[in-house]
């Protein structure tokens, strides 16, 4: 099972910018057949947004559902995507 992941990110937002960073480094490590991950521009898609709840960014939804308000360390996020990933991508807690 492939889990989705976006990241909700402002144009110019360095905090925004510093979260793909790390995204993309541990969809690399994971493996990029198990994530697919997607940059959400939230000026473009603010409707998606809010949808989801997104009141800052960045923000990260799994799955779609928002699960992270803020960027979590990068340690957290390994951690919730494995856990995820041998749990057949199921797990909805945070």
């Known amino acids: 099972m492939t889990i989705k992941l976006e990241v909700f990110a402002s144009p110019g937002c360095s905090k925004c910018g510093h979260a793909k960073h790390v ?3 541990l969809v690399e490590e994971l493996g990029n057949d198990k994530i697919q991950w997607r940059e959400v521009n939230v000026l473009d898609e603010i409707d998606h947004a809010v949808e989801l709840g997104v009141l800052s960014t960045p923000s990260i939804a ?3 559902k928002l699960v992270y308000t803020s960027l979590p360390s990068a340690s957290k996020l390994r951690a919730e995507l494995e856990r995820r990933l041998s749990s057949g991508g199921n797990g909805d807690q945070a």
């Open 23 to 25: 995204l993309r480094k």
């Open 62 to 64: 799994i799955n779609g």
